[in-house]
């Protein structure tokens, strides 16, 4: 297993929309997304299963959306009407995985600005 990569993030103005991706996301894994921003712990967003079944924190439900492309090994976030509120660097994550740090990627940087 290669190290999971998150790619995607950027700087955006209110209501608009990103997509990030998590490179090295087997098919088998059941994946989610995660965020931090300065001074709060890291939270969970979403999470999808080797099976498609897809999850929501209330703060995103109805805004992102998480998906998978498993030719591809990889974990999309969909991110769309962003909010201030949701600037922090994302985060992908192999769930359930007993990797220690290579559970994790390194993060990619969301800043939505007013």
């Known amino acids: 297993q290669e190290q999971l990569v998150e790619s995607g993030g950027g700087l955006v103005q209110a209501g608009g929309s990103l997509r990030l991706s998590c490179a090295n996301s087997?098919?088998?894994?059941?994946m989610g997304w995660y965020r931090q921003a300065p001074g709060n712990q890291r939270e969970w967003v979403a999470s999808?299963?080797?099976?498609?079944?897809?999850t929501y924190a209330d703060s995103v439900k109805g805004r992102f959306t998480i998906s998978r492309d498993n030719a591809k090994n990889t974990v999309y976030l969909q991110m769309n009407n962003l909010k201030p509120e949701d600037t922090a660097v994302y985060y992908c994550?192999?769930?359930?995985?007993?990797?220690?740090?290579?559970?994790w990627g390194q993060g990619t940087q969301v800043t939505v600005s007013s």
């Open positions: 087997r098919s088998i894994f059941n």
């Open positions: 994550h192999v769930d359930g995985a007993r990797w220690g740090a290579r559970s």
């Open positions: 999808i299963t080797s099976g498609g079944s897809t």
